[in-house]
């Protein structure tokens, strides 16, 4: 588990940090069919910050976002299940525990001179001007496409996820596991341009556009080529098949073939 509680040593800012997990989670996957990498973020956040206390708040009761909870114990001892037997409690109740875990941490009177709030929630925009009129900076992440305007504006800084960088990565991740599923089935096949799109587009059930967008972003970078051969009876349609690079792509640390498989 990260060591989060050690008194501040390192000379960096010290940060609580308190993250709305259904936020995150039901985000990636509704506008960018991505699964978070909460790990991957405190890492992120450890470079520029001691992070004094880490909490994660969320609903834990649905199957999908249910088997993220044991990941995200290991990470910290604050994960906050919010589900309620109570009639009529909704997704508000995981915002009004958050809200509370953050005025109660002003109250304790701590020396935390950042607070970073992973949410997109309009409803958060009220704490954070507080907290910014006790001279706290206040840095929010939120999904893009589920980040309030107001939210944005109210914090010190923000941070729209996944990066651009990060959602490129994903999709080629997943044009990479397709081409090497075909390879291993038949290593004599060349997979053709547009079937690849169609097939990892329906298969993970993301958006055609993204697929290709990042299949031309690795064609441009020299790690795919795209070669032509014609078909039909009289050779009169033609074809485009794609030819991978698979050692460029491993020097460069963009494929493993153990972990994909």
């Known amino acids: 588990m990260f060591e989060f509680f050690k008194k501040k040593t390192s000379g960096k800012p010290k940060a ?20 978070p990498n909460v790990e991957e973020w405190i890492d992120e956040l450890k470079q520029e910050y001691e992070i004094h206390k880490l909490y ?3 609903d834990f009761s649905e199957p999908k976002i249910g088997t993220e909870l044991e990941k995200l114990k290991v990470l910290t001892d604050h994960v906050v299940h919010t589900a309620s037997t109570k009639e009529g409690v909704d997704k508000d109740f995981t915002d009004i525990m958050i809200l509370d875990t953050i005025y109660r941490s002003m109250a304790e009177k701590n020396n935390d001179e950042v607070y970073i709030l992973f949410t997109g929630d ?99 970078q020299k790690y795919i080529e795209v070669t032509t051969k014609k078909t039909g009876r009289n050779h009169e349609y033609t074809q485009q098949l794609l030819e991978v ?16 498989r």
Do not use: C
Not at 245 to 260: F, I, R, V
């Open 56 to 58: 994660i708040f969320g």
């Open 16 to 35: 609580a940090v308190f993250v709305d997990y259904e936020h995150w989670y039901y985000g990636y996957h509704n506008k960018v069919q991505m699964k």
């Open 122 to 220: 309009a409803h958060f925009t009220k704490v954070v001007e507080y907290l910014k009129e006790k001279d706290k900076k206040v840095i929010i992440y939120g999904v893009k496409f589920a980040f309030s305007n107001a939210l944005k504006s109210a914090a010190t800084s923000y941070v729209e996820m996944p990066r651009q960088e990060q959602e490129r990565n994903h999709y080629n991740d997943l044009i990479l596991i397709s081409l090497d599923r075909l390879r291993t089935k038949n290593a004599s096949r060349k997979p053709s341009y547009w079937k690849t799109i169609e097939s990892v587009a329906s298969y993970n059930r993301v958006s055609k556009s993204r697929v290709k967008t990042a299949l031309d972003g690795m064609i441009n």
């Open 245 to 260: 690079d698979w050692t460029q792509l491993k020097e460069d640390g963009l494929w493993q073939q153990s972990a994909a």
